[in-house]
């Protein structure tokens, strides 16, 4: 009967599951640097350059607000600004809902 029987071939320890080991932290690895790469510099760098538009505000620059308004400065204290939407209408709002500064005659031009 023993021919009906086939061999059992066994395979040699440690060479798969090490090899495979490393495969997978270097995988995981690859991931924490892509990640880092497309989501956390880019975000940082949009967060510098806006904390550097807040801090340099000034009075008669012209403003675009997070919520579409378009504006001169007329004061500007620690936290909050004044802008200037039409003739005697001031708005105070806080310094981080400007989105962009806009170039000097920008609001005459519209």
């Known amino acids: 009967m023993d021919f009906l029987i086939s061999t059992a071939h066994a395979q040699q320890a ?3 599951a090490q090899g495979s ?3 997978n932290l270097l ?3 690859g991931m ?3 990640f880092y790469l497309m989501l956390w510099r880019p ?3 949009r967060a510098k350059e ?3 538009l807040v801090a340099g505000l000034g009075k008669g620059d012209e403003v675009l607000t997070s919520g579409g ?3 001169k400065v007329t004061n500007v204290t620690e936290e909050y600004v004044t802008v200037e939407v039409a003739e005697g ?3 105070n709002m806080q310094k981080s809902a400007v989105a962009a500064a806009l170039p000097k005659g920008t609001i005459k031009s519209i």
């Open 14 to 16: 440690g060479g798969g």
């Open 89 to 91: 209408v001031q708005l």
């Open 43 to 45: 975000q940082s760098k």
């Open 69 to 71: 308004i378009l504006g």
């Open 21 to 23: 080991a490393i495969f």
């Open 50 to 52: 806006h904390r550097e």
């Open 32 to 34: 924490f640097v892509l």
């Open 27 to 29: 995988f995981i690895g």
